[in-house]
T-cell receptor, first 112, second 110 residues
Framework: DGGITQSPKYLFRKEGQNVTLSCEQN?????MYWYRQDPGQGLRLIYY???????QKGDIAEGYSVSREKKESFPLTVTSAQKNPTAFYLC???????????FGPGTRLTVL | QKEVEQNSGPLSVPEGAIASLNCTYS??????FFWYRQYSGKSPELIMF????GDKEDGRFTAQLNKASQYVSLLIRDSQPSDSATYLC??????????FGTGTKLQVIP
């Protein structure tokens, strides 16, 4: 089955800790994206990558970091510098020349 | 003014009725328009996309685009309780950036 997987589904973090959220796709998509969703709000873009070894900041990149060492993988690290990290994190990807973004199942991060 | 605006709802319609969801956008250079459905606690799933002015139909769903008035709408015919969800409008602007609205919550009453 082709698709986008995110792990873990739920993640709990203590204040001051860094955590890494996984996003993997086997759709052979070039572009990958990370969004954050807070209750009652739309999706806000954190980082995106259009090719391997290259990525760009989105609207709310502060306190986050990413890497794109493989086409299939785009992990997101939520650092201790992120002041309010509790949210639903969504990874998406897009095929070459296409517009439509397809989403993974999401990771719900809670800071204790 | 928000880049993509939607009424948050909830929009309540009886089962079997037509649900009409609306979205307005500010970037006149916008090229592509998408509707996603998001069930509570789940990720968004694509329902439809539309690029050209006019209507696009897919089963019970019809997307309508009016670039002159800068709005895009989604009609759901014969609404079912399983259609109850939040519907997100997304717009790809002139700078290739996709912006999402905050979503409209739809409740279909049996």
């Amino acid at each position: 089955d082709g698709g986008i997987t995110q792990s873990p589904k739920y993640l709990f973090r203590k204040e001051g800790q860094n955590v890494t959220l996984s996003c993997e796709q086997n759709l052979n998509h070039d572009a990958m994206y990370w969004y954050r969703q807070d209750p009652g709000q739309g999706l806000r873009l954190i980082y995106y990558s259009q090719i391997v070894n290259d990525f760009q900041k989105g609207d709310i990149a502060e306190g986050y970091s990413v890497s794109r060492e493989k086409k299939e993988s785009f992990p997101l690290t939520v650092t201790s510098a992120q002041k309010n990290p509790t949210a639903f994190y969504l990874c998406a990807s897009t095929g070459q020349g296409a517009d439509t973004q397809y989403f993974g199942p999401g990771t719900r991060l809670t800071v204790l | 003014q928000k880049e993509v605006e939607q009424n948050s709802g909830p929009l309540s319609v009886p089962e079997g009725a037509i649900a009409s969801l609306n979205c307005t956008y500010s970037d006149r250079g916008s090229q592509s328009f998408f509707w996603y459905r998001q069930y509570s606690g789940k990720s968004p799933e694509l329902i439809m996309f539309i690029y050209s002015n006019g209507d696009k139909e897919d089963g019970r769903f019809t997307a309508q685009l009016n670039k002159a008035s800068q709005y895009v709408s989604l009609l759901i015919r014969d609404s079912q309780p399983s259609d109850s969800a939040t519907y997100l409008c997304a717009v790809k602007g002139g700078y290739q950036k996709v912006t999402f609205g905050t979503g409209t919550k739809l409740q279909v009453i049996p």
